[in-house]
């Protein structure tokens, strides 16, 4: 298993890149876009690799960061999502991406290339228990251009918001991604206790009591 790759780039289109290592041997790699941007042929360079082998075929995917490689073994365990579809995650920032999936955000998980609805709602109710062990930088604690140092940027109202306004927040966005009316899950999630619990434990929990409820009326 191959779990490093050090030498000089030979080649490179779209994410695909071919690296001749020391010992003359070539090898295919592929990255998201970011980790190849401005790289020449014959630069040197070096990569984390995650090997996938899938129908007998060993496809092996560069990362410049442990986050970025984390983060996408947290992408690939989640049905639906395959190494290149976790790559085009991974195209719009692993800190961007993290933060998404902790706080239920599927929209923006959906601008990427072959993510549509469901998948990204998949990825927040599976992926968020996993993604929360990951050491990322939330976008809001990154400074932003023009604002004071020591300031993030955020509102007065962002700042009062607690978090478990915001766990509740995003699993109501979930819910409603997963085809669910308000009049069925906000009785369910506004007496539900969040404290502890991540976005994705959320939206079970409530699922599963309101299917119990609905069961519970029919019968």
């Known amino acids: 298993m191959i779990g490093y790759i050090e030498g000089h780039l030979l080649r490179a289109s779209e994410g695909r890149l071919v690296i001749r290592t020391a010992s003359g041997l070539g090898y295919v790699v592929h990255a998201c876009a970011q980790a190849v941007e401005g790289l020449e042929e014959g630069a040197p360079v070096s990569f984390l690799v ?8 060993m496809t092996l995917y560069g990362f410049s960061t442990d986050l970025e490689q984390s983060l996408f073994r947290v992408l690939v365990g989640i049905p639906g999502v395959g190494g290149r579809t976790a790559l085009g995650l991974l195209a719009l920032g692993a800190d961007e991406v993290c933060h998404a999936i902790i706080t239920g955000n599927p929209d923006l998980l ?16 599976e992926g968020a ?24 940027g955020r509102s007065a109202k962002d700042a009062g918001s607690s978090p478990e306004d915001g766990i509740r927040q995003a699993a109501a966005v ?43 009326r029919k019968g």
Do not use: W
Not at 51 to 56: A, E, M, R
Not at 129 to 152: C, F, I, M, N, V
């Open 50 to 57: 995650e090997t996938l082998v899938k129908d007998g075929e």
């Open 110 to 125: 959906r601008t990427a290339q072959g993510v549509g609805p469901r998948v990204a709602v998949r990825i927040c109710t």
């Open 129 to 152: 228990k996993a993604a929360s062990r990951l050491d990322y930088t939330p976008p809001e604690d990154k400074a932003q251009p023009g604002a004071p140092s020591g300031d993030t």
């Open 174 to 216: 979930l819910l409603r991604g997963m085809g669910m009316m308000a009049h069925e899950y906000e009785p369910v999630l506004n007496s539900l206790p969040v404290e502890g619990k991540d976005v994705g434990q959320v939206v079970r929990e409530v699922f599963q009591t309101a299917g119990e409820m609905a069961a519970g």
